[in-house]
């Protein structure tokens, strides 16, 4: 559907991304994620046409887009700020691409008024200022005007980060559900990690201007290819250089190792080195319980499911139990932290 081939983008001197190669599949969801700065958004920006790569190719469905206009390309925008006209009422903003295109008024009306039905905007919405809608209404509205001119692919850049965090929530299981029942291919830019692994198909993890991997929720998560992905997606134990050698691990890597793979008091099992240490910290989070261990080789925090009977407390002695085989290990002399 999209491919991207050895794009480079500079600015001045600085080179904002670094022969970036990747591909997007036909209806899937694919998500740009990384910190500030990294380049997700000016590879999103490369796709729409608003930025011109130094070097390199744009392609969808085999055809080379990289000098086609803005307007030419067939691609629906959601922007982080929503790019909303405020004076202009919700109709006027959902048709604006529509009158632009020249269309029919009545042509206009009958898209206008099916896109609103599909992403839950009220009739009695579409004569209000977009001023006077709530934060959640809004985005609707963006994505609607997006979504009514039937583009090939939508982008969203940071759509939910002006938004509470309650909300944000909902609003990200109604775009996936939004954009399952359109079936449209969906280029989604966030720096949120959580709501990455819960839109994905497939994740870009960006870093510096490069893309460090690319794959599903579950393998970045759990089968991170770099320390720098490792790091970057959820919480994570580095094991002491002690920890690594009671459980015989190669002294010249970097082990890693995810809280959840971390059980407290485990069953017995032959494949796990058992720490004992004592808790020295616990944050209760209703379904599950994080606890902070400390053992003589190292600190060590754990996330266990909350079944409401073993909860332990500070100052009480555990065992923890490490399974080499959760362990993911990397060279010593990569980059360790985002």
Do not use: W
Request: overall charge neutral; glycine content about 6%; charged content about 25%.
């Amino acid at each position: 559907m999209i491919r991207l081939e050895n794009i480079t983008v500079r600015f001045d001197r600085f080179t904002a991304l670094d022969d970036i190669s990747v591909q997007v599949n036909e209806g899937e969801f694919f998500t740009f994620l990384g910190p500030s700065g990294c380049g997700k958004t000016t590879t999103l920006r490369v796709i729409a046409g608003f930025i011109q790569p130094a070097a390199g190719r744009v392609m969808v469905r085999g055809r080379d887009i990289t000098g086609v206009p803005i307007e030419e390309r067939n691609i629906g925008i959601v922007f982080q700020s929503y790019a909303l006209f405020p004076t202009m009422t919700v109709r006027d903003n959902i048709a604006f691409g529509l009158k632009i295109k020249k269309l029919p008024a009545a042509q206009i009306r009958d898209r206008v008024a099916d896109i609103v039905s599909k992403v839950d905007l009220s009739s009695d919405q579409l004569g209000k200022a977009v001023s006077q809608l709530s934060g959640g209404q809004q985005q609707r509205v963006a994505i609607a005007r997006a979504l009514v001119t039937e583009p090939a692919i939508i982008c969203m850049d940071e759509p939910l980060s002006n938004l509470d965090a309650k909300l944000r929530v909902q609003l990200r299981n109604e775009l996936k559900h939004m954009q399952q029942k359109f079936g449209i291919t969906t280029i989604y830019v966030t720096h949120d990690q959580e709501e990455a692994l819960t839109l994905s198909d497939r994740i870009a993890v960006f870093n510096k201007g490069v893309i460090e991997q690319v794959g599903t929720p579950n393998e970045v998560y759990n089968h991170s290819k770099t320390q720098f992905v490792c790091n970057f997606i959820g919480d994570i134990n580095r094991l002491a250089e002690e920890t690594c050698a009671l459980m015989q691990l190669d002294p010249a890597k970097a082990h890693y190792i995810r809280l959840e793979r971390v059980p407290v008091n485990p069953q017995p099992d032959a494949r796990m080195a058992l720490l004992r240490g004592t808790i020295k910290s616990r944050e209760y989070y209703g379904m599950y319980i994080k606890y902070t261990v400390q053992t003589p080789q190292q600190a060590v925090r754990s996330i266990v499911r909350n079944d409401g009977i073993s909860i332990y407390e500070p100052g009480q002695e555990v065992s923890l139990g490490l399974n080499p085989l959760n362990v993911m290990s990397y060279p010593l002399d990569e980059e360790e932290s985002p």
